[in-house]
């Protein structure tokens, strides 16, 4: 008859078997992970939750695989550590890819442990962190990789705008395994030579284009923060990485049911944006820093800013007002003077979309002359991009209170919020001038007649610039109008939205009942 081992040697077998499913790929490819300059799965996971504590779930799930000698290379945990904690003492979901195991490869079980992870923290509300650190689909498991990765994708749909969901980037990507992270809400990717993303690596550009480019130049943080606007964030470290992925959380709250979370942050609600005004010149042309200007609103001159390297024409991010959590969307004179390109549309019209989806206020700052002209835009259809912000902003629900502040010309006063297309409450600053166009061009289309004809042009068109430069270079025929709510002092710019946030707060809106809008993409 078999008899059990006393329950001291269970105990013990059970802890040896644990330290062998912590030790992942075992010491040496520890070491080696460590000689990347990278971290292991569990160190990352230690540094982002609270006293380093996490619960793990499938802690001894493995492959089932047996091809190419997989029967032979079983490892506790299939190359993924997934489970809960607390970070700032709110439960968060994390998985962390285990490069020391099968180059953290992408099988069945793998991809079975993050979707695990994913249907609790849908269960209960709780956002997900994902750090990727993966050779992508298991060569070996064949097309049930590739089915792995399909139901890891749909969880990461199913999620959306309903939980958060971080992404940190801390290892290659390549192939199909970049679209994970592209799926989620947002992406940190630390610089430097063992982190990169990319559909198709170095080798094969190199063969079916002919160009050679290195992996940094093709996949890199830099250029993804920069040029591709793949990645929200580009951070010097894992640890780094960590931090802004805490950061990013303390903005957010747990799902799409909570109010994101409320910080006294000593910050009076009612004070001067001191010194405000001091920052537009007085010439139209002159362009200075928005961000100067989000300083001085917004609690103790926080701001976490999102694609900040990236289309950098439009400024998006998230800060706090009166301790209440807000997103700015604010033009930026500093680059093309504020106008709208494509970039700057995509970015902004997923900024707003998030923010609806979890119940962020939205705060326009504007500044903008239009939207960018030109045969490089129309044709890579600015039309349809330009159109994303207009879609976001009227389809969204949550408060919305836009500050003109110098320029809001044409379509893309609009693309900023206005009445009309849903903005709550719209104030202007006496700098603001609202219009159709800019003086010039509006002069030389409804006066190119009298222009042409006339013995001194250039006379004429001063004159008339002149005259439709008073007439609507300010905010008064558009508030006589009604369209702006209220003109104010700059200085009473932070005493506005705080009235306006508070007064918003019990703001109910609903849309036609459908199954989903079909915004231009
Ligand atoms: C199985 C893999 C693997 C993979 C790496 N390994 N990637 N095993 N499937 N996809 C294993 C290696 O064989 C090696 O095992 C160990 O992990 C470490 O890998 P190295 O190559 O030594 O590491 P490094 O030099 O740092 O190079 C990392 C890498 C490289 C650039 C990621 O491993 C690589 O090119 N891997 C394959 C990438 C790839 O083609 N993946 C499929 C992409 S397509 P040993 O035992 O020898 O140390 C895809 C489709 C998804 O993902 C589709 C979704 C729709």
Not at 164 to 192: E, R
Not at 344 to 373: E, H, M, Q, W
Request: charged fraction near 25%; proline fraction near 5%; include cysteine.
């Amino acid at each position: 008859m078999y008899e059990k081992p006393p329950v001291e040697k269970l105990i013990e077998e059970l802890r040896q078997l644990k330290e062998k499913a912590y030790k992942g790929g075992g010491d040496e490819r520890i070491q080696f992970q460590h000689s990347k300059g990278k971290l292991t799965a569990r160190e990352r996971l230690a540094l982002l939750f609270d006293d380093g504590k996490f619960n793990e779930i499938m802690t001894f799930a493995t492959t089932r695989a047996t091809e190419f000698g997989l029967d032979k290379q079983r490892f506790y945990g299939d190359g993924v550590v997934t489970g809960w904690g607390k970070v700032d003492g709110r439960t968060v979901f994390a998985y962390a890819q285990d490069f020391t195991v099968l180059g953290g490869s992408l099988g069945e079980t793998h991809a079975n442990k993050i979707v695990r992870a994913y249907e609790l923290a849908l269960k209960v509300g709780a956002p997900v962190v994902g750090i990727n650190d993966s050779g992508g689909a298991r060569i070996q498991e064949g097309a049930l990789s590739l089915e792995g990765y399909g139901a890891v994708f749909k969880m990461n749909v199913m999620a959306s705008g309903v939980i958060p969901q971080i992404t940190i980037m801390a290892g290659p990507a390549a192939g199909g395994a970049v679209y994970s992270p592209a799926l989620t809400d947002f992406i940190i990717m630390i610089k430097g030579d063992a982190y990169y993303m990319f559909v198709t690596g170095p080798e094969i550009t190199k063969v079916v284009l002919g160009e050679e480019v290195s992996f940094q130049d093709l996949g890199g943080a830099v250029v993804h923060a920069t040029k591709s606007g793949v990645v929200h964030f580009m951070v010097d470290s894992e640890q780094e990485a960590i931090n802004l992925t805490k950061r990013l959380l303390s903005y957010l709250p747990s799902n799409n049911m909570e109010e994101p979370p409320y910080i006294d942050t000593g910050d009076p609600a009612d004070r001067d944006a001191t010194g405000v005004e001091q920052i537009v010149p007085n010439d139209a042309a002159k362009p200075y820093n928005m961000r100067e200007i989000i300083y001085k609103i917004v609690d103790n001159g926080e701001f976490l800013e999102v694609h900040k390297h990236w289309a950098q024409n439009i400024i998006v991010g998230f800060a706090r007002i009166a301790g209440n959590v807000v997103g700015i969307v604010a033009n930026n004179p500093e680059e093309f003077g504020g106008s709208i390109d494509i970039d700057a549309a995509d970015k902004a019209a997923r900024f707003i979309r998030f923010c609806d989806a979890f119940n962020i206020p939205l705060i326009s700052l504007v500044d903008t002359p239009g939207y960018v002209p030109g045969t490089d835009q129309e044709y890579k259809g600015i039309i349809r991009h330009g159109a994303k912000m207009l879609y976001a902003f009227a389809e969204a629900t949550v408060p919305k209170i836009t500050v003109i502040v110098r320029k809001s010309y044409g379509g893309a006063h609009i693309a900023m919020s206005i009445k009309s297309l849903g903005a709550d409450l719209v104030y202007a600053w006496p700098t603001a001038e609202i219009a159709v166009t800019g003086p010039e061009g509006a002069v030389r289309i409804l006066y190119r007649k009298e222009i042409q004809q006339a013995s001194n042009p250039d006379d004429v068109l001063k004159q008339r610039i002149a005259e439709y430069r008073k007439l609507f270079a300010n905010p008064y025929w558009a508030a006589e109008k009604g369209l702006v709510d209220d003109v104010i002092e700059p200085k009473d710019t932070r005493r506005v939205i705080v009235a306006g946030l508070e007064m918003l707060k019990t703001k109910r809106e609903y849309r036609y009942p459908k199954k989903h809008g079909n915004i231009p993409l």
